[in-house]
């Protein structure tokens, strides 16, 4: 158990719908990022927040947004979904100092099919 | 941010060692080297972490060069529970620009009986 803690684990939903991925780092973590895994395919780098402000983007469509709550979990919100969504969505949450310089959390993911 | 380049499949037998190389030719000062093990539909694991010379843990040891342009993850005596994909990941240590983490292709393992 990474600690990572993401809902729902499965989602079903139909073309240009609109879905809330949810994602609680571990405990203290301040920075949570988010991929996407597309069947067969790497991990594609969408978004990274740290206590609450939007650090980096990575390849992220304008459909998508997250945001970072106070309480440090985050929501990665996909709309007018496409076949092409469908997909894994992992979140990872990473520590916030000291000796660790590179250690990402994941969660189990979220796997998105859009019908 | 360092590119990193590593084989895209590697093949092997249970009780062999395996050694899978990642490039990072343009690794800066402050990067360090995290390696991951991803099996189907999980999130990937954290295996081990280095910035030079060698890092032993239970499961891996990670071998870095003087130059640092490249990395071998060894991971001894594998079985067919090692079938995975496996990430190197180069990333700046606190204090630098470690927002985008971004994973490689990945080699993918396939251990045989």
């Known amino acids: 158990d990474s600690g990572v803690t993401q809902t729902p684990k499965h989602l079903i939903t139909a073309t240009g719908q609109r879905v809330t991925l949810r994602c609680s780092p571990r405990?203290?973590?301040?920075?949570v990022y988010w991929y996407q895994q597309s069947l067969d395919q790497g991990l594609q780098f969408l978004i990274h927040y740290y206590n609450g402000e939007e650090r980096a983007k990575g390849n992220i469509l304008e459909r998508f947004s997250a945001q970072q709550f106070p309480d440090l979990h985050s929501e990665l919100n996909l709309s007018s979904l496409e076949l092409g969504d469908s997909a894994l969505y992992f979140c990872?949450?990473?520590?916030?100092?000291?000796?660790?310089?590179?250690?990402?959390?994941f969660g189990e993911g979220s796997r998105l099919t859009v019908l | 941010l360092a590119k990193t380049t590593q084989p895209i499949s590697m093949d092997s037998y249970e009780g062999q060692e395996v050694n899978i190389t990642c490039s990072h030719n343009?690794?800066?000062?402050?990067?360090?080297i995290t390696w991951y093990q991803q099996f189907p539909s999980q999130g990937p694991r954290f295996i081990i972490q280095?910035?030079?010379t060698k890092v032993t843990n239970e499961v891996a040891s990670l071998f870095i060069p003087a130059d640092r342009k490249s990395s071998t993850l060894s991971l001894p005596r594998v079985s067919l529970s090692d079938t995975a994909v496996y990430y190197c990941?180069?990333?700046?240590?606190?204090?630098?620009?470690?927002?985008?983490?971004?994973f490689g292709t990945g080699t993918l393992l396939a251990v045989q009986p």
């Open positions: 990872a949450s990473r520590a916030s100092g000291g000796a660790n310089t590179g250690e990402l959390f």
């Open positions: 990941l180069v990333a700046v240590g606190y204090g630098g620009a470690t927002n985008k983490l971004i």
């Open positions: 343009n690794i800066a000062t402050n990067d360090y």
């Open positions: 280095g910035y030079k």
């Open positions: 405990s203290g973590d301040l920075s």
